[in-house]
Structure formats: C-alpha cells, structure tokens
C-alpha cells in the first residue's frame, strides 16, 4: 500500500509507472519531453542530473531498450524514490542513483564515461520561493548555477558526448553560455510554443562536447491546439516518439 504522501501516477500513456511526492514539484511534461530529445542508442551509457524520482530517465528507458542509467538525485527522499521507480519499472541492474551535489569534485571524479547526458536543471537564481523545500530545490538555483550542471555533465561526457538541456526560455541564453564555458559545442535550440503564434515558455537546448558547428535554432513544437495536445505532442507525450533537436 502507498503511502499517503506518495502517488503513483502514469506516462507515456501508461508505459511508465511513477511514484512521486504527493506535494511539491511533480513531474509531467517537461520530463517527458527532456527524454524525447535524447538521441541514445541501445547499448549506450547516459547520465542524467537531477533526477528527482526518475519521470525522465524512465520515459527515456521505456523508448530505447538496453541502456544504462547512471542518475544523480541530491535529495535523499527522491534517491530512494528514483531507485523504486527503477525498479517498479523492470529496470533493476540497468540503473545507478547517485546521490551527491553536481557541484562537488568528488561526485565529478565518481562519474563513469558516458555517451549521453542530459538535465532539467533549477533555473531560478532569485525571486518568489516556493511553499516547500523539494519544490525549492527544483526550481530555485542555490550554490549550483547552470555553470556547475554543465561543468557536471562534461565531467562525464567525451569528446562528441551529447547533452540535453529543458529551460525557461528566458534563460536560453545563460543555458548555451554555460555549456559554452564546459567545453560543448554546435548549439541548437528547440522552442516548444503553448499555442500556434504564443511566445515559448520552455526550450530545449542540445550541444556536444567539443563540436565546431554553427548554432541553430530549430523549427520547433506547438503543444496545444483546439482540440487539445497536438497529433506531435501527443505522439511524444503518449508513444514515446523521439524529438530530433
């Protein structure tokens, strides 16, 4: 039996079981997507950071079979929920949790080579705090800014290692400085619009350790229409579709 401050909820129209904190930050979306932008491969080994309870690196193990895990989480409480999701979800022995600060030397040493990485990271330097503290953690950048994610991220990506960024698109720019400064290059951004003709919320960023390539900014995604999430939207959301970015 659950817990009373847990839920389990569903993704990838209930491919993925996922049991969350029934107050503060819950994963939707944003997760779902992060994952879709993944260009992993079966086999390959992929680093995602700030973990929470796992929505994304499970939506991403759900697309591609046979790839490995290693997670970083530095809310004990989320670990140890990222590690059950794990398992509740077949992934036993394909999935490492980590916990540690990505701003912390010792937990970059700790890290194994990988061929993908990628983070929803907290995005907010300052402003209003939200009500509980893992929702603070999510959202509100304390000492770890975007600089010490990328700078995490590099730590365990080799030359031509992908990484994949979901950010405010208000930070955008901070986002592409930051993997600039971590050694990642050929940026491309993917805007991802409410609504035909509104202004992106959210965009996800991708680059590659070491690559020379010019910037790009990619057609995007509209995730709602009249009738509700688009037939792309829902094709990610629902089927587990890839993005390309």
Do not use: Y
């Not at 050694?183 to 619009?193: D, N, Q, Y």
């Amino acid at each position: 039996m659950l817990r009373p401050d847990i839920t389990e909820d569903r993704l990838l129209g209930g491919r993925v079981r996922l049991l969350q904190p029934a107050g503060g930050l819950r994963a939707g979306h944003d997760a779902v997507l992060l994952a879709a932008a993944v260009p992993a491969k079966p086999g390959d080994r992929v680093l995602e950071l700030g973990c929470g309870t796992g929505a994304a690196f499970l939506c991403l193990a759900a697309r591609v079979p046979g790839i490995e895990v290693v997670a970083v989480e530095r809310e004990p409480e989320l670990a140890a929920l990222a590690r059950e999701n794990a398992a509740l979800n077949g992934l036993t022995g394909r999935v490492t949790i980590l916990e540690g600060d990505v701003a912390d030397p010792g937990l970059r040493r700790a890290l194994p080579r990988c061929a993908q990485g990628f983070a929803n990271p907290p995005f907010w330097a300052d402003g209003t705090t939200p009500p509980t503290e893992l929702r603070r953690a999510a959202t509100h950048a304390d000492t770890a800014g975007l600089d010490a994610w990328a700078g995490c991220l590099a730590a365990a990506l080799g030359h031509g290692g992908g990484v994949r960024l979901i950010l405010p698109a208000a930070r955008f720019a901070d986002g592409f400085a930051a993997l600039a400064g971590a050694g990642f290059g050929s940026p491309a951004m993917l805007p991802l619009w409410p609504r035909q003709g509104l202004a992106a919320k959210r965009v996800l960023l991708a680059a590659r350790r070491g690559g020379k390539g010019p910037g790009r900014v990619l057609p995007g995604l509209v995730l709602h229409d009249a009738d509700g999430a688009t037939p792309m939207a829902q094709a990610i959301l629902r089927d587990s579709a890839a993005l390309d970015i």
